[in-house]
């Protein structure tokens, strides 16, 4: 039907139809699910080119309200609402830059495809991090990659200690963009130096877009006090507050609140919830070690954390030292694009894989992976010249290879102590 309107001279707006079909759907049920989804897809662009339709934001968000007020429990208009305020027009950028080693990296909101980059005068191409430490089972050119952060790879020898300006092109995860644009000034972390405390991760919002979200705080804050146990007005507040400012202590405090809220109100979710809770407890360390200069330890410690976001990862590069004991982690994911890590301590958790994957991380001098589902093969181990001590200890797979296959593993002048689950090699 599409195609054939396209033939006959565009004699009929598709758009327009969709848009009002969507309208009358609405009008007639405020719990229609495509409906919403299909105003959604109206404003978002296909595949280089503009969005089909643009709609007037705060027009939408006042039609929105009423769904809202006349049933507050109904999902698919808090699912909508949530498309408006946090992801509509929301392309990913660029949200920092660092340097390792020598070495220049460009971290962005969101995961994106790119592979050119242009920072000062240079050009260069870009390799997603992280990068596992093992052999690939297939060759890189028959799959892209996707990444919250890269590494500048430039064509000609350069420094960048200054203020850069950085383009990149890229395609956006999720936008049906093929192509788009991201530009960034500002100066880059110096990990080889003393990072300076000043430097600080800012939330980047335009003035337009933090007035909806100041406006749709404060309608949530009104509905509440009318209906103080609607769950999805208190989930769009959390989220709304942590998207609306840097997450600062007392932000995290009442979405620490509203979470404990949530799940006594709707206990068949409370897994959900204490993701949820865990991710802000994270959230809550990270922006206090920002705040203290980002040095020091990182210690997100039992905090009940079941994965590490790509975003999280990013905001902690440059961290030397970090603490996950006693989480529920399933793998190593993006632990292994923190390349400036040190020291690791991973202990109790629940990973699973190879224990050859963290040597990605070639400054380590010493790392913590006891009581976790870890195998080591054989012919893959490569651990970093830095590292000096590793502990395998309560990890079955491993400890079920024996002393003698263990001990060909590590160098010569290694030293294994090994027996009854205690695996502990060191120099």
């Given at each position: 039907?599409?195609?054939?309107?396209?033939?006959k001279?565009?004699?009929?707006?598709?758009?327009?139809?969709?848009?009002?079909l969507?309208?009358?759907?609405?009008?007639?049920?405020?719990?229609?699910?495509?409906?919403?989804?299909?105003?959604?897809?109206?404003?978002?662009?296909?595949?280089?080119e503009?969005?089909?339709?643009?709609?007037?934001?705060?027009?939408?968000?006042?039609?929105v309200?009423?769904?809202?007020?006349?049933?507050?429990?109904?999902?698919?208009?808090?699912?909508?609402?949530?498309?408006?305020?946090?992801?509509?027009?929301?392309?990913?950028?660029?949200?920092?830059?660092?340097?390792?080693?020598?070495?220049?990296?460009?971290?962005?909101?969101r995961?994106v495809?790119?592979?050119?980059?242009?920072?000062?005068?240079?050009?260069g191409?870009?390799?997603?991090?992280?990068?596992?430490?093992?052999?690939?089972?297939r060759?890189?050119?028959?799959?892209?990659?996707?990444?919250?952060?890269?590494?500048?790879?430039?064509?000609t020898?350069a420094?960048?200690?200054?203020?850069?300006?950085?383009?990149?092109?890229?395609e956006?995860?999720?936008?049906?963009l093929?192509?788009?644009t991201?530009?960034?000034?500002?100066?880059?972390?110096?990990?080889?130096?003393e990072?300076?405390?000043?430097?600080?991760?800012?939330?980047?919002?335009?003035?337009?877009?933090k007035?909806?979200?100041?406006?749709?705080?404060?309608?949530?804050?009104?509905?509440?006090?009318?209906?103080?146990?609607?769950?999805?007005?208190?989930?769009?507040?959390m989220?709304l507050?942590?998207?609306?400012?840097p997450p600062e202590?007392?932000?995290?405090s009442?979405?620490?609140?509203?979470?404990?809220?949530?799940?006594?109100?709707d206990?068949?979710?409370?897994?959900f919830?204490?993701?949820?809770?865990?991710?802000?407890?994270?959230?809550?360390?990270?922006?206090?070690w920002?705040?203290?200069?980002?040095k020091?330890?990182?210690?997100?410690?039992?905090?009940?954390?079941?994965k590490?976001?790509?975003?999280?990862?990013?905001?902690?590069?440059?961290?030397?030292?970090?603490?996950?004991?006693?989480?529920?982690?399933h793998?190593?994911?993006?632990?292994?694009?923190?390349?400036?890590?040190?020291?690791?301590?991973v202990?109790?958790?629940?990973?699973?894989?190879?224990?050859?994957e963290?040597?990605?991380l070639?400054?380590?001098?010493?790392?913590?992976?006891?009581?976790?589902?870890?195998?080591?093969?054989?012919?893959?181990?490569?651990?970093p010249?830095?590292?000096?001590?590793?502990?395998?200890?309560?990890?079955?797979?491993?400890?079920?290879?024996?002393?003698?296959?263990?001990?060909?593993?590590?160098?010569?002048?290694?030293k294994?102590?090994?027996g009854?689950?205690?695996?502990?090699?060191?120099?």
């Open positions: 039907m599409r195609t054939w309107g396209k033939d001279s565009n004699s009929m707006d598709l758009n327009a139809i969709d848009l009002k969507s309208t009358d759907l609405i009008n007639q049920n405020f719990s229609n699910y495509s409906a919403w989804h299909l105003r959604t897809l109206l404003q978002q662009p296909l595949a280089g503009e969005p089909r339709m643009k709609l007037n934001v705060e027009e939408e968000l006042e039609w309200q009423q769904g809202i007020y006349t049933e507050p429990n109904d999902q698919s208009v808090w699912l909508y609402h949530q498309w408006l305020t946090l992801e509509h027009s929301q392309l990913p950028r660029i949200t920092h830059c660092a340097i390792l080693d020598g070495e220049f990296f460009i971290f962005f909101s995961p495809c790119a592979s050119v980059a242009t920072v000062g005068t240079v050009r191409c870009l390799e997603a991090i992280p990068r596992s430490a093992l052999k690939r089972t060759p890189r050119s028959v799959r892209r990659s996707w990444s919250v952060g890269w590494r500048f790879l430039p064509e020898e420094k960048f200690r200054d203020e850069v300006q950085i383009t990149v092109t890229l956006s995860c999720g936008t049906g093929k192509q788009s991201s530009v960034f000034n500002g100066q880059p972390f110096d990990l080889d130096t990072m300076s405390s000043n430097q600080e991760l800012k939330c980047e919002l335009s003035e337009e877009k007035e909806i979200l100041k406006s749709e705080l404060m309608r949530i804050d009104e509905l509440l006090e009318i209906e103080p146990d609607c769950r999805w007005a208190l989930l769009a507040r989220r507050q942590l998207a609306s400012s202590e007392a932000t995290l009442s979405c620490l609140s509203s979470l404990e809220r949530m799940s006594s109100l206990p068949l979710r409370r897994n919830y204490a993701d949820s809770k865990a991710d802000a407890l994270m959230m809550q360390s990270l922006t206090m920002s705040g203290q200069g980002r020091g330890d990182l210690k997100l410690v039992g905090l009940g954390l079941k590490i976001s790509p975003t999280a990862a990013a905001f902690a590069f440059g961290v030397r030292i970090l603490r996950l004991d006693e989480n529920e982690l793998e190593f994911g993006p632990l292994l694009g923190l390349l400036s890590l040190i020291e690791l301590s202990s109790k958790n629940q990973i699973r894989g190879d224990v050859a963290i040597f990605a070639k400054r380590l001098q010493y790392v913590d992976l006891s009581w976790n589902y870890l195998s080591a093969n054989l012919g893959c181990w490569n651990p010249e830095k590292l000096q001590k590793i502990d395998l200890s309560g990890n079955t797979n491993v400890t079920e290879l024996g002393h003698e296959k263990l001990s060909q593993l590590f160098p010569t002048a290694w294994l102590q090994f009854e689950g205690k695996c502990l090699a060191h120099k």
